[in-house]
């Protein structure tokens, strides 16, 4: 179940995420750092539809070191989610077609699992 304060922070941060992936479509010559932000922003909103983002870091920093990955497909998910966002951060240089895709793609992925949760939050 969810409360009403990790739903009001997940769908703030997943608007926010939309947000920033149309500003980086309108001003390219920002994109790389709008792009990244979007990234993040969507990261975090699956943060809080699924449960108190501080645990949830603690639990991928954990599992991020392990030499062999997790059985748990959403903790394998989002293991992935935090290494792609840690290698965007560390690019020099960008090809702003690809981080878009990638962007895109994530924002898409937090919507879908944002909508999903809180709908079961809202019905019941």
Do not use: C
């Not at 909103?45 to 920093?61: C, K, V």
């Amino acid at each position: 179940m969810m409360d009403d304060y990790r739903r009001g922070w997940a769908l703030r941060y997943l608007r926010e995420a939309k947000a920033e992936l149309e500003a980086a479509r309108k001003m390219p010559y920002m994109a790389p750092s709008l792009l990244l932000e979007a990234i993040r922003k969507a990261r975090n909103a699956i943060y809080y539809s699924l449960g108190e983002p501080a645990f949830i870091e603690l639990l991928i920093r954990g599992e991020a070191g392990k030499p062999k990955p997790t059985d748990d497909a959403v903790l394998r998910f989002l293991v992935e989610i935090e290494e792609v966002v840690q290698q965007l951060s560390q690019l020099e240089e960008v090809n702003d077609e690809a981080m878009m895709r990638q962007a895109d793609t994530l924002v898409q992925i937090a919507t879908d699992i944002v909508e999903t949760l809180t709908e079961d939050a809202t019905e019941t």
